[in-house]
């Protein structure tokens, strides 16, 4: 079964500044779909990013980007230019059909 | 669109009484899935669906049941309710192709206390 580790549970980091979020996961899959999700106060789970196992290039959205290592099952975000509203859990998950999530890590951007 | 909505947002139940959880997704997504966030901890797969008629379990699926008789809905059923199901439950819809998995799309959650 794959499973998803998030060896992170709290982080903090200074607005404007940029922290990395770890994710490493485990699987005998070659094709699948990574994720980070963004669950504010609200509860509402919100797609960050989303990167696809067969490509290489890694993805962005704006401020968020992923470091994504195939090899060694790595998945990291980065957030450049950190902002208050980013305050929230993330959460790592791997989709191959079967979304298995991480435990999450709570980010808080610190004015 | 409205995309995915779930109800009740809350609801307390006894233990042994049993209820549905309703989800329904107008964006016409062939994937369904439910899942449960127990206090500061991710989400656990409790059962999923392909499509119409078609449901398997994911990682949580004791104490719980599903059907999938439309496209739109996918009800999650509660029997003999436990304070172990005390928790959070989220529904999502996604649409893939096998091939290709795109994002799930979640409901704003249900907050269900056994006492």
């Known amino acids: 079964a794959q499973t998803v580790t998030q060896s992170q549970p709290e982080m903090s980091v200074q607005e404007a500044e940029t922290v990395t979020l770890s994710c490493t996961y485990d699987?005998?899959?070659?094709?699948?779909?990574l994720f980070w999700y963004k669950q504010p106060p609200s509860r509402q789970m919100i797609l960050v990013i989303r990167q696809e196992a067969y490509k290489q290039q890694n993805a962005t959205e704006n401020r968020f980007s992923v470091n994504f290592q195939k090899a060694a099952k790595s998945f990291s975000l980065k957030i450049s230019d950190s902002q208050l509203g980013d305050t929230a859990m993330y959460f790592c998950a791997f989709n191959n059909n079967d979304m298995r999530f991480g435990a999450g890590t709570r980010l808080t951007v610190k004015p | 669109n409205a995309g995915v909505t779930q109800t009740p947002k809350f609801r307390i139940l006894k233990i042994g009484q049993s209820m549905t959880l309703q989800c329904t997704q107008d964006?016409?997504?062939?994937?369904m899935y439910w899942y449960r966030q127990d206090p500061g901890m991710g989400l656990k797969l409790i059962y999923y669906s392909v499509g119409a008629g078609i449901t398997d379990k994911g990682e949580v699926p004791n104490g719980y049941n599903v059907s999938r008789s439309t496209t739109e809905d996918f009800p999650l059923r509660l029997e003999l309710a436990a304070p172990s199901q005390t928790s959070v439950y989220f529904c999502?819809?996604?649409?893939?192709?096998?091939?290709?998995?795109?994002?799930?799309?979640f409901g704003p959650g249900t907050r269900l206390t056994v006492t």
């Open positions: 964006m016409n997504h062939n994937y």
């Open positions: 999502a819809s996604s649409y893939s192709t096998g091939f290709v998995s795109y994002e799930q799309y």
């Open positions: 699987t005998s899959e070659s094709n699948y779909y």
